[in-house]
Each structure stands twice: as structure tokens, then as C-alpha cells.
């Protein structure tokens, strides 16, 4: 069975240790404060004293620091460099797509097989059968050590052999959630503000729910399309859409709240009308995320 080297552990990096030592793996762990590591013990994770240790005993090695800094500094220790030579690294820590692709190179050169990865879930979820976490970088090492993988989410997927796909991959699934959450917050505020009662904003939201889905659905078919004129299939041009946004800016100014959000948002109505597509589909508003 695959052993692992494993460095870091947060709460993130504690959760993927436990759901890899839950299925008979061997573990050997090492984090800066040595504490944090030896508590892993309790699931069966070996501590190790140093990170050239953890990685000398494994046969991959999955690292989950701070950010790129923090690991890249790891990796370039002479003594971690020279451990992890012949070794898969995966790297499970958060960054650009540029940073995963630097990381990818350095390794390339230093005679490191090399995956990053994208944890598209908070601990609570690792282990899950419906959890996914995307991988990126070396196609037949990701095949070989599959099952490991799937250790940590039932639903991991290789995504592409560009080292910063996943990583440019999670980026753009995090700015639809917190385009959601920002969004949530901004109507409950205004439900706050008119003294509507939550749950029955939440019970109108599920109402609600299949006229957003499906306005998203469209848009995501027109935008790949390039179909951003409006046609007789366009749901509400912009210029619909403004005229209604418009309602929400002034309950805004009204109530007295914070207008940053429906300020950005303004901005890209007001440009494309400006640049005469009132009469084109919202698809259109896309192009104005790439420039103004």
C-alpha cells in the first residue's frame, strides 16, 4: 500500500491526514510546530521531526501550508529538494495558476514528478463520497496513485497536464461562490432593512430558485456560444435588466446602505448602454469583464 509523506497540519492538512489514515495508509507527518503533528498520532499518522524525514519515507508527498510562499520556501531547502528528487509531490495549498505553473517547472527540472491540486471543500468534507478535489500536471501520475486520491474525495478528477488548470479551475468556481454569498448578503440586508423576516425571504428564495437557475443555465450556453446580441430567445435585455436594477439602487440609497456592490455592478450596465447594447442579450456584459 502507498505510503505518504504528508507536511502540514491545519485544520485542513489534520483532515486530509485522518481521511488518509482511515484507509490503512501509512502517514508520516510534519508541520513547524511540532505539537499540531504529534497530535496526528491519535489517528495513526506517523510524526516526523524534520520535513527531508517525511518525505524520505514516502512514496508521494502532499503538502498543505499557509500559501506558496510558505511550501516553496519547503521545497527549496536543499535537503527537501534533494528527498523529494524521484518522488510525486502534490500540492494540496491554494494559489494562481502562475504559482502552481512555477511550482510545476521547478520541480520538472529538479527531477520531481509533480501534481497540483484543488481542494474544492472545506475539512468537514474530506473523505466524502461527493467531495472533490482537482488535480493538475502529470496525467499517468495522477492514474497510478488514483485510489489515494479518491481517499480524499469520492468525486477528485484529473482536469488537464497544464500545472495551473485546477488551480484556475478553483479560482473560477470560488468567484461563483462568493458571487452567491455576496449576493445573499446583500438580500438580506435589504430584507433586514424593509423588515422582512428572513426565513420568509429564504421561503420566496426557493420559489424563486428555478427562475435563477435557469437564467444562469442560459447564460453559461450563451456566453460559450459567443451568442451576446439579443434575439428572440434573449430572457430581458440589458436594458430590461437595468431598469429593474435600477429599483435596487434606489432601495439602497433610501435605506441608507452600503453601495459598493450595486455601485460595481451599476458600472457595467451603464458602460455597455453607453456603448449602445441596451438591446443585447446580459451575455453581452461578459466582454465587459475582460475590459471596460
Not at 58 to 67: S, T
Not at 89 to 95: C, E, F
Not at 198 to 206: C, F, G, N, R, V
Amino acid at each position: 500500500m502507498t505510503t505518504i509523506g504528508f507536511l502540514g497540519a491545519g485544520r485542513m492538512g489534520t483532515a486530509l491526514v485522518a481521511a488518509l489514515c482511515r484507509t490503512g495508509r501509512t502517514v508520516h507527518v510534519w508541520n513547524r510546530t511540532a505539537e499540531k503533528a504529534q497530535a496526528l498520532a491519535a489517528f495513526g499518522a506517523r510524526p516526523e521531526r524534520t520535513p527531508e524525514a517525511a518525505v524520505a519515507a514516502a512514496d508521494i508527498v502532499m503538502v498543505n501550508l499557509l500559501d506558496y510562499v510558505a511550501s516553496d520556501a519547503l521545497f527549496q531547502r536543499p535537503e527537501v529538494t534533494e528527498a523529494l528528487k524521484g518522488r510525486l509531490l502534490v500540492q494540496l495549498t491554494s494559489g494562481s495558476p502562475k504559482t502552481a505553473r512555477d511550482t510545476g517547472a521547478w520541480a520538472t527540472v529538479k527531477g520531481i514528478d509533480y501534481l497540483d491540486g484543488a481542494i474544492m471543500a472545506t475539512p468537514d468534507f474530506i473523505g466524502g463520497v461527493e467531495t472533490q478535489i482537482l488535480y493538475s500536471g502529470a496525467r499517468d501520475r495522477y492514474e497510478k496513485y488514483e485510489a489515494v486520491f479518491a481517499a480524499l474525495g469520492g468525486k477528485s478528477a484529473f482536469v488537464g497536464e497544464d500545472f495551473g488548470v485546477a488551480s484556475a479551475l478553483d479560482g473560477a468556481l470560488l468567484a461563483q461562490l462568493w458571487g452567491t454569498l455576496f449576493g445573499t448578503l446583500q438580500a438580506t440586508t435589504i430584507a433586514r432593512a424593509e423588515g422582512i423576516a428572513l426565513d420568509d425571504y429564504a421561503a420566496s428564495l426557493k420559489l424563486f430558485r428555478p427562475v435563477i437557475d435557469g437564467a444562469e443555465v442560459d447564460l453559461l450556453s450563451r456566453v460559450r456560444d459567443g451568442r451576446d446580441r439579443g434575439d428572440e430567445a434573449t430572457l430581458a435585455t440589458i436594458a430590461a435588466h437595468n431598469t429593474a436594477f435600477q429599483h435596487l439602487r434606489h432601495i439602497v440609497a433610501e435605506r441608507g446602505l452600503n453601495p459598493a456592490i450595486t455601485d460595481a455592478f451599476d458600472s457595467y450596465f451603464a458602460a455597455a448602454i453607453a456603448n449602445g447594447h441596451g438591446n443585447d442579450d446580459f451575455a453581452m456584459l461578459a466582454s465587459y469583464m475582460v475590459s471596460q
